[in-house]
């Protein structure tokens, strides 16, 4: 095929034949205007680089420092009051269920408990004479000796008596239990973790003594903030380092969400129960819950792509290709951080558009460019599996 330069080379000849010099040089000129001009309008074909935009969707785990406590932890106190004499455990001691963790003075106590039982043996004594008296009377009535009222008045009293005893019975059970509240145990197996007295203070009935932490059930207490909380979920599955070994990951599971904000920190307290690795996890260790948050990435571009017009120096840009038309077209964008691998995050792009990646200083508006070979087939090939 002929170019137009070889088009134009092969009219001269014809030019020359009988025409006036005048006439020749002008059409002369003419031709080669024609043809430059055709030349202009027909701008190159450059082949070019280019890459496709992406944006993918990364997961990121995001640590939130906590502590290491007991789900159940308990605050032990007397039941009644008194002067401690004895306190039996130390802060850090294990105990058991059932065992004896401190003793106030049961003097008192046990001087109630006897007074009471003295009236109760008198009160049954009292008792047992209404109840004879009663039977004699009632013989007595049977045989017209008496009347109804009088009849009536002994077994009133007899109630009475009965009566009394049922109360003091009741009464010297009080005592007894309150003879037994003097000695404070232990509700369930764990480990102490607070002592609130010492012994020779006097306590009153409810006075926090003892805190004793149950060991079967630890968690991590930790603090999110208002803008991360929506992405929780009850029973959600997270990770766990503790600041004592970091390479190890211990397995677990959220278990509350606070359902309003501190009022100080405006941060969501949040629990996660440890599924392993109980034994590691000592009581008020520092501990990293590790909550996996799902986020979009950047849109980046290679720094080849970016250029800036020499009319417009301040307006940074990139060549958008027009895959129908394999033209380009410059496109504003603004520059963001620099990312590893000679790469920038950009905005006022979208994730699927085609940008020139080499050679963007050489290309105008609307040029027509060559796409590389692969790029064609692989383009070729989807849409024939889309036809399908």
């Known amino acids: 095929m002929n170019s137009p330069n ?13 025409t006036p010099i005048n006439h020749l040089i002008t059409v002369l000129l003419l031709t080669l205007v024609g043809c430059t001009h055709r030349n202009q309008e027909q701008p190159s074909v450059r082949p070019v680089n280019i890459v496709r935009i992406t944006s993918q969707e990364t997961l990121n785990d995001r640590p939130f420092s906590g502590e290491v406590r007991a789900r159940f932890e308990t605050t032990l106190s007397f039941r009644v009051a008194g002067k401690l004499t004895g306190r039996l455990v130390d802060i850090g001691e294990q105990v058991h269920k059932g065992q004896l963790l401190a003793r106030l003075d049961p003097g008192d106590f046990r001087l109630a408990a006897l007074n009471i039982k003295a009236q109760l043996i008198s009160a049954k004594a009292d008792s047992e ?36 005893v049922a109360a003091l019975e009741a009464q010297l059970g009080q005592a007894d239990n309150q003879l037994t509240y003097t000695d404070l145990r232990a509700d369930r197996d764990g480990v102490v973790t607070a002592l609130e007295i010492e012994t020779g203070q006097v306590v009153s009935s409810g006075q926090p003594v003892i805190r004793l932490a149950q060991l ?21 599955d997270v990770m766990v380092t503790l600041w004592a070994d970091s390479d190890k ?3 677990a599971r959220i278990r509350e969400i606070a359902a309003a904000a501190d009022p100080v920190s405006r941060t969501y307290r949040v629990k996660a129960t440890l599924l392993e690795g109980r034994d590691d996890a000592r009581l008020g260790m520092t501990a990293m819950v590790w909550i996996p948050s799902i986020t979009p990435s950047r849109l980046a571009v290679p720094l080849s792509a970016i250029f800036t017009p020499q009319n417009k120096p301040e307006q940074t840009r990139v060549w958008l290709v027009d895959e129908r ?18 790469r920038v995050a950009v905005t006022g792009l979208s994730s699927g558009q085609l940008i020139v990646s080499a050679g963007v200083n050489r290309l105008r508006e609307a040029q027509p460019v060559r796409l590389p070979q692969q790029f064609i087939l692989a383009l070729t090939q989807a ?3 889309s036809h399908e």
């Open 6 to 18: 070889s088009r134009c080379r092969g009219r001269l000849p014809l030019l020359f034949k009988n």
């Open 129 to 164: 004479y209404s109840k004879d008296d009663l039977s004699r009377y009632r013989e007595l009535f049977d045989q017209n000796i008496i009347s109804k009222p009088e009849l009536d008045r002994r077994q009133t009293l007899y109630i009475t008596a009965r009566q009394k």
């Open 216 to 236: 079967d059930e630890k968690e991590i207490h930790i603090d999110i903030p208002e803008h991360r909380v929506a992405e929780l979920k009850q029973r959600q």
């Open 249 to 251: 990951q211990i397995k």
């Open 325 to 342: 038309t394999s033209t380009v077209k410059a496109t504003p964008i603004q520059i963001g951080a620099a990312l590893p691998g000679e």
């Open 383 to 385: 849409k024939n599996s």
